[in-house]
């Protein structure tokens, strides 16, 4: 027989469940750029656009503005946190930063499953185009899964769970930014760079168990996006201002 504290329980259980779902729906939608930056947030909206309550997405947005994927302001509400070259700078010092200790971590820890991983991470991606057309969100997404799949992958055996979800934090907020570069790479004459021979670069390094030498290709390899999709954001905002 269900007793009232029971029935609270399974309510309870029940709320943190749809805002756990509302909040992986939004973060989708934020990661993809379906949901723009500094994009204003209303929950009467997003209702509809989700199918949920009242209580689950406000629940969600306050989740998220603690990610820092959304900001909440007192007076205009919830809305998608913006971008800026100045954070895109700053998050890439953090994640460089972040990889030097995790890399070596792994290399000095990581075992043959660790490896296989990585290979096949490597593989999948590797076979996976990068969209030419901005309107292919699906595509997009699609090497996006991937390529987050090969940097977690070459960092999974460094054994510490606290560093694992730090860097799966960046990779979300890197993520934000690194759609814009995907999706407009061809704008004002952007070279293109063979992400692919970067990517097995470090893989190569990172087999080798060479730690000084992944780091380092590394950090150039999340430098040089990061320069090219601030490059990117100032030549766009500099064209707006026209």
Partial sequence: METPSTSRIDAAASARTLASQAQELLRKDILSGQLAPGQRLRTKDLQVRYGLGL?????????????????????????VAPVSVAE????????????????????????????????????????????????????????????????????AGCGSPWLLRLHAQLVDQSERYRKIRILHHQEQGAQVRNVNAEHQAVMDAVL??????????????????????????QARNQKEKQ
């Fill in 88 to 155: 895109l700078e700053d998050l890439t010092l953090a994640r460089t930063s972040l990889e030097s200790v995790m890399l070596p971590m792994a290399i000095s820890k990581g075992n043959a499953d660790w490896e296989a991983e990585i290979l096949a991470a490597f593989h999948r991606l590797s076979r996976t185009s990068l969209p030419l057309d901005p309107a292919a969100m699906a595509d997009a997404s699609l090497w996006e899964s991937r390529h987050r799949a090969f940097h977690h992958a070459l960092v």
């Fill in 55 to 79: 209580s689950p997405l406000r629940e969600s947005l306050q989740r998220l503005s603690a990610e820092g994927m959304v900001v909440n302001d007192e007076q205009r509400g919830f809305a």
């Fill in 208 to 233: 080798r168990r060479d730690a000084a030498l992944a780091v380092d290709l590394m950090n150039r390899h999340l430098i040089a996006t990061s320069k090219a999709t601030a490059d990117l954001m």
